[in-house]
């Protein structure tokens, strides 16, 4: 069976209108009527702590039992519309005494301390009940919440009585408990990566042998972004954070960078001592050294020429620079008088 709930709070929508629903005309009889054993699929209406007999009545109680509530506050859920459903191909089988059953054995774990009204539909290709429960408990006031686990609980109980009282609804029986088990396994498998790949990590020096470990057990580190991000394994990713090793694996990568710059220094300070060792290792012939200073010393003829001339031409242009432009001779024709 399949079972969910839905909470209606304060202000959006009331149990009138929830009743309205589960007891139409086409559905139901408005009276309650309880089931007898002749036939199948007769009008049929449960209820738990109320003393009416009319949805009126239902609505009235529901209304005067949380206004009892102890603590009152916007947004408090004032209701719960549950629906317990079974498989359309089990639904020839199930009949009004075997709803009836169910449905209080239902209400026993769900709300054995808070008003309960439900009904069958049995309209649709999938049969199924209806119950109305009060958000708070009769007499104390105190709220009618169930947590998530111990609903999940109630759930797993309710399809184990099915198992074992109706086992001819088996293709009804849905595993509750599954998705949570399936999680579970999940997460083992993860923290079973995760030891792994921490072990690995503690007797590498570099990122290097990581990768070469990884190759050798079928996995590899996988890049997002141009930036190394985890570790893929049988054609899942695990990220290095989620594996605990994300600093690790940025101090490793730090410390290939720093390596891969004292290598690059190291090559080249050699390049500059093996250049400087080749301009040592020249030979130079003293014979031309000594040439070149006595062409210094003992210049030819050609060569004082134009020395000589180049030296005039400076001293010339020093005089003219100290000199000045030639200034114009202003004769007594020209005044103006």
């Known amino acids: ?194 030891k792994d790949i921490q072990n690995m990590v503690s007797i590498v020096s570099s990122m290097e042998e990581l990768r070469q470990l990884l190759e050798e057990k079928g996995a590899s580190v996988y890049e997002r972004g141009g930036k190394t991000s985890g570790i893929t394994l049988n054609g899942r990713n695990f990220r290095f954070r989620s594996l605990g090793i994300e600093e690790d694996v940025r101090r490793m990568e730090k410390e290939e960078e720093l390596l891969l710059e004292l290598d690059d220094l190291r090559h080249g300070k050699e390049g500059k001592i093996r250049e400087e060792e080749t301009m040592l290792s020249t030979p130079v012939r003293l014979d031309s050294l000594e040439r070149d200073f006595e062409e210094r010393e003992n210049p030819s003829e050609d060569e004082k020429e134009t020395t000589e001339e180049h030296e005039a031409t400076i001293v010339r242009e020093d005089l003219n620079d100290s000199i000045g432009p030639p200034q114009r001779v202003i004769r007594r024709d020209d005044l103006e008088l």
Request: aromatic share 8%; proline share 2%; with cysteine.
């Open 1 to 194: 069976m399949i079972i969910k709930s839905m909470s209606r709070t304060t202000g959006k929508g009331n149990i009138g209108g929830l009743m309205n629903y589960m007891f139409r005309e086409d559905k139901v009889m408005n009276l309650l009527k309880y089931q007898t054993r002749e036939g199948k699929f007769k009008p049929c209406t449960i209820k738990h702590l109320l003393k009416g007999e009319t949805l009126k009545e239902w609505a009235e109680e529901f209304e005067m039992n949380r206004l009892d509530r102890k603590f009152n506050r916007k947004g408090a859920v004032e209701l719960y519309h549950e629906v317990i459903s079974f498989a359309r191909s089990d639904s020839h089988m199930i009949d009004d005494t075997m709803l009836t059953d169910i449905t209080r054995r239902y209400i026993s774990l769900r709300s054995p301390d808070a008003p309960v009204v439900a009904t069958f539909h049995k309209d649709t290709e999938h049969v199924h009940v209806h119950l109305a429960i009060a958000g708070s408990k009769y007499l104390t006031g105190m709220a009618n919440r169930m947590g998530k686990f111990e609903f999940g609980r109630i759930k797993r109980d309710m399809e184990s009585y099915q198992r074992d009282t109706y086992p001819e609804l088996n293709r009804s029986l849905v595993e509750h408990g599954r998705k949570a088990e399936m999680i579970r396994a999940k997460m083992k498998r993860r923290d079973a990566v995760r």
